[in-house]
């Protein structure tokens, strides 16, 4: 997966940043938006998107599902829907893996 954690620090991120993060347009997201009802970026008085760390989770497990194991948005939709906590908590510990995999190959590179 492409995904760039984000400064924790941070409450809200714009589409460009996420759209950074992810690796993808930002009128997939918007189109992810329209698909998925339950990604509901908060909109300032601009109407730009600020997206919070929920939807960016929610985003990883959509990106997880369509980009890495192909399902189809159809399929998505329905794997989230019957399997969402079990499908959370996996991409949890990926991730994880995948933080842990990063520092041990910068360690590498500086031994």
Do not use: C
């Amino acid at each position: 997966m492409n995904y760039q954690k984000p400064n924790p620090e941070k409450r809200y991120y714009s589409i460009g940043e996420v759209a950074k993060m992810f690796d993808v347009s930002k009128s997939l997201l918007r189109y992810w938006e329209t698909e998925f009802n339950y990604i509901k970026p908060h909109k300032n008085s601009k109407g730009e998107r600020r997206f919070t760390q929920a939807n960016l989770d929610q985003l990883s497990i959509i990106y997880n599902l369509v980009k890495e194991r192909g399902f189809t948005l159809e399929g998505a939709k329905n794997e989230i829907e019957n399997n969402k906590e079990h499908i959370a908590k996996k991409i949890f510990y990926l991730n994880k893996l995948k933080n842990i995999k990063k520092v041990l190959a910068d360690i590498k590179g500086d031994l």
